[in-house]
């Protein structure tokens, strides 16, 4: 017992210090170095950088630089304790090589995630579409992203099956309003009703509206309705409110003016058993 004390004391305690201390250091290491990259990001490019990119771009640095500085302050942790370091890193560079040979869908989505970050597809908020799925990107690395949807389910997607992505987010979009009414109605009537409303609407969201609007006329003839179609141009974020408003104020004018909007019926006839 005394032995093993001694031991403890005199070899496995001074070890156990330097480690604890190797790895705090790393840690405070980490900590200013994510402050230096956020400060150089943000001061590189101040007036042209969006906060969503300077967010993704903080993130990846961040990531890469906590990485290598915990990776080498193992290496040093090891060493301390007598372990051959080289002879592990030789090692895992011919692992490495014989697993890269079939890790090819790992490097696919390592290279496609960092064209995907250096030029700037999406970032950290936008909302985005990818292969069908619509969402809010919350996390983005170089191997996979990440998006909530609205009901709240989080998808991961490789970055290397990414084929196709709708941003959202990207200096406008137009909302578009198409309603349909009775071939009995007038036409003109319930296109300049609509047209008031975007007008309207227009004025309210001020510095969100991007100057164009109107209404495009009739657009497609139906089976029981003829359809006019308005637009405006307002900034993203005020896109999703904007369809769901002009919507509920157009139904609301219509209904006021006496404009019909035909909708689907069901005829059911009863008969009396004999």
């Not at 790895?23 to 400060?39: D, H, M, N, P, S």
Request: aromatic share 10%.
């Amino acid at each position: 017992m005394e032995v093993f004390l001694s031991n403890f004391i005199h070899i496995w305690l001074p070890k156990i210090i330097f480690t604890v201390i190797v790895f705090a250091l790393a840690y405070l290491t980490v900590y200013i170095t994510e402050k230096i990259i956020r400060g150089s990001v943000k001061h590189a490019n101040t007036r042209k950088m969006k906060p969503k990119q300077f967010v993704t771009i903080t993130h990846l640095f961040s990531d890469i630089a906590k990485i290598t500085i915990y990776f080498f302050a193992t290496v040093i942790v090891l060493n301390k304790f007598g372990i051959n370091t080289s002879a592990i890193v030789a090692s895992a560079g011919v692992l490495g090589l014989a697993v890269g040979f079939g890790a090819q869908e790992l490097v696919k989505n390592v290279i496609s995630g960092l064209f995907i970050i250096m030029e700037g597809m999406y970032y950290i908020g936008d909302v985005i579409e990818i292969d069908g799925t619509v969402g809010t990107c919350e996390k983005i690395n170089l191997h996979n992203t990440y998006i909530r949807d609205f009901t709240g389910k989080v998808y991961i997607i490789p970055n290397g099956d990414i084929r196709k992505v709708v941003n959202m987010n990207r200096d406008f979009l137009r909302v578009i309003v198409k309603v349909g009414i009775g071939y009995n109605d007038d036409v003109d009537e319930a296109m300049n009703v609509m047209n008031e409303i975007i007008k309207k609407y227009a004025d309210e969201i001020k510095g969100k509206y991007l100057g164009e609007s109107s209404v495009q006329g009739v657009t497609e003839l139906g089976d029981s309705a003829v359809y006019i179609r308005g637009i405006i141009k307002v900034s993203p974020d005020v896109y999703w409110g904007s369809i769901r408003e002009l919507n509920k104020r157009v139904l609301s004018a219509f209904r006021k003016e006496g404009i019909n909007i035909p909708y689907n019926t069901q005829t059911v006839y009863l008969t009396k058993e004999q």
